[in-house]
Nanobody, 116 residues
Framework: QVQLVESGGGLVQPGGSLRLSCAASGFTFSSYTMKWYRQAPGKERELVADINNIGIWTNYPDSTKGRFTISRDNAKNTVYLQMNSLKPEDTAVYYC?????????WGQGTQVTVSS
């Protein structure tokens, strides 16, 4: 059974940092591109970062480029998202998933709130 368990969210002031983790199980983690998404209230889920299966290629939309860094540890079946210089508009529930388009059922996500 596939599980994606996100953690590391919280309340942070503008300009602050957080590191999210996504622990994966039930599939061959090292074979898949992994992606981080977010969904803010009233908005559609959007991609914020992705990384190929061996971690040497990453991609970011303009909204997160230069502030967010995705990484992975295939030995631990975990993907990370380091978020720096956080802005109020980064407030959302953050999710991870696998594949070019989301393959698996979504986990519970982790809430990130950026507010002073």
């Amino acid at each position: 059974q596939v599980q994606l368990v996100e953690s590391g969210g919280g309340l942070v002031q503008p300009g602050g940092s957080l590191r999210l983790s996504c622990a994966a199980s039930g599939f061959t983690f090292s074979s898949y591109t992994m992606k981080w998404y977010r969904q803010a209230p009233g908005k559609e889920r959007e991609l914020v970062a992705d990384i190929n299966n061996i971690g040497i290629w990453t991609n970011y939309p303009d909204s997160t480029k230069g502030r967010f860094t995705i990484s992975r540890d295939n030995a631990k079946n975990t993907v990370y998202l380091q978020m720096n210089s956080l802005k109020p508009e980064d407030t959302a529930v953050y999710y991870c998933n696998a594949g070019a388009s989301p393959i698996f059922d979504w986990g519970q996500g982790t809430q990130v709130t950026v507010s002073s």
